[in-house]
């Protein structure tokens, strides 16, 4: 199969390594410095907890064109700049998109190229870009399907990704999917802008983490009362002890370690025009479908400056 990866993050990066580490035919598409960057010295990934460099020579181009052809292309961009390369995908030849990222608006995404079979995925790592490598965690998961309403694409992904390391989920409702995704993702981006990035500064605060989950419990009840399902399934009893119990878990850890920079932070300080968007159409979203989420609000306001 021939693979492009359309966008050079953090992600981007982290998925052309992996798939060309496996004898995939993949290529990618980065611009600027930092495409010659990886022409000169190839793609240069540096594990933050090993230490070890991997060095990639993967083919790059700086545009795709109109005639170019490949089996898939995984678009792995900010939410933000989606819309501007809908125009060129519907222009190339490619059926199939693969949409990787943060997305509230998955539906209205796949509307917008009703001639492609459109899918949609998160992948699990996360870091930054300096100035000849990329510094990352890359778990090597991803989560990914196809909107509730199409066609299963189940068998494309399994040739996609057969013989990698990853441990692939398939996810036949991605959009809902993401949807959650958004509402448990945002409050803890409010927490990074309350404290400037650094989320240690909440280190032992119970009240504002508990609050925090109260958030995400207000989206995920918006997100239900639309008619939508909880997803992952491990999260359906979402008003549950338990489930707080395990958010609680989570958050204390990472506004005690250094998991809180490398996995939560970096990025929503890199990316606040992504969230202050994200959370904008989310909002819309919570209203349309009158919820009520005087905690997620609060924390807005409590964010101050950042969002946009």
């Given at each position: 199969m021939r693979i492009l990866v359309f966008g050079a993050g953090v992600l981007g990066c982290n998925l052309a390594r992996n798939l060309f580490r496996a004898g995939k035919d993949v290529t990618l598409l980065a611009r600027g410095r930092w495409a010659e960057e990886i022409r000169t010295?190839?793609?240069?990934?540096?594990?933050k907890f090993s230490f070890r460099m991997s060095v990639s020579r993967i083919p790059v181009v700086t545009e795709l064109k109109t005639e170019d052809r490949y089996d898939v292309i995984f678009v792995v961009l900010r939410y933000t700049q989606l819309d501007t390369i809908l125009e060129t995908l519907r222009e190339n030849q490619t059926k199939n998109i693969v949409f990787v990222g943060n997305?509230?608006?998955a539906e209205a995404l796949a509307a917008d190229l009703p001639e492609k079979n459109v899918l949609f995925a998160f992948?699990?790592?996360a870091g930054h870009r300096e100035r000849d490598h990329v510094a990352s965690v890359d778990l090597k998961k991803i989560t990914i399907g196809q909107l509730a309403s199409a066609p299963s694409n189940e068998a494309l992904i399994g040739r996609i990704f057969e013989g990698t390391k990853y441990k692939?989920?398939?996810?036949?409702?991605?959009?809902d999917y993401l949807l959650c995704h958004a509402a448990f993702v945002l409050p803890a981006a409010f927490a990074c802008y309350k404290t400037d990035g650094d989320l240690k500064k909440l280190k032992g605060n119970t009240a504002y983490l508990s609050r925090m989950i109260d958030a995400n419990i207000e989206g995920y009840r918006a997100i239900r009362s639309a008619g939508h399902t909880i997803l992952p399934k491990e999260d359906t009893d979402f008003e549950s002890?338990?489930?707080?119990?395990?958010?609680?878990?989570?958050?204390?850890?990472?506004?005690a370690?250094?998991?809180g920079k490398i996995c939560v932070s970096?990025?929503?300080?890199?990316?606040?025009?992504?969230?202050?968007?994200?959370?904008?159409d989310l909002k819309r979203f919570f209203e349309e479908a009158g919820a009520d989420d005087p905690v997620w609000q609060a924390l807005e306001r409590e964010a101050g400056k950042y969002l946009q």
């Amino acid at each position: 199969m021939r693979i492009l990866v359309f966008g050079a993050g953090v992600l981007g990066c982290n998925l052309a390594r992996n798939l060309f580490r496996a004898g995939k035919d993949v290529t990618l598409l980065a611009r600027g410095r930092w495409a010659e960057e990886i022409r000169t010295n190839g793609l240069q990934i540096k594990d933050k907890f090993s230490f070890r460099m991997s060095v990639s020579r993967i083919p790059v181009v700086t545009e795709l064109k109109t005639e170019d052809r490949y089996d898939v292309i995984f678009v792995v961009l900010r939410y933000t700049q989606l819309d501007t390369i809908l125009e060129t995908l519907r222009e190339n030849q490619t059926k199939n998109i693969v949409f990787v990222g943060n997305n509230v608006r998955a539906e209205a995404l796949a509307a917008d190229l009703p001639e492609k079979n459109v899918l949609f995925a998160f992948a699990s790592s996360a870091g930054h870009r300096e100035r000849d490598h990329v510094a990352s965690v890359d778990l090597k998961k991803i989560t990914i399907g196809q909107l509730a309403s199409a066609p299963s694409n189940e068998a494309l992904i399994g040739r996609i990704f057969e013989g990698t390391k990853y441990k692939v989920a398939y996810e036949p409702n991605m959009g809902d999917y993401l949807l959650c995704h958004a509402a448990f993702v945002l409050p803890a981006a409010f927490a990074c802008y309350k404290t400037d990035g650094d989320l240690k500064k909440l280190k032992g605060n119970t009240a504002y983490l508990s609050r925090m989950i109260d958030a995400n419990i207000e989206g995920y009840r918006a997100i239900r009362s639309a008619g939508h399902t909880i997803l992952p399934k491990e999260d359906t009893d979402f008003e549950s002890a338990a489930y707080r119990k395990t958010c609680l878990r989570f958050f204390k850890l990472i506004c005690a370690t250094s998991l809180g920079k490398i996995c939560v932070s970096d990025h929503a300080m890199d990316a606040v025009d992504e969230m202050s968007a994200l959370d904008r159409d989310l909002k819309r979203f919570f209203e349309e479908a009158g919820a009520d989420d005087p905690v997620w609000q609060a924390l807005e306001r409590e964010a101050g400056k950042y969002l946009q």
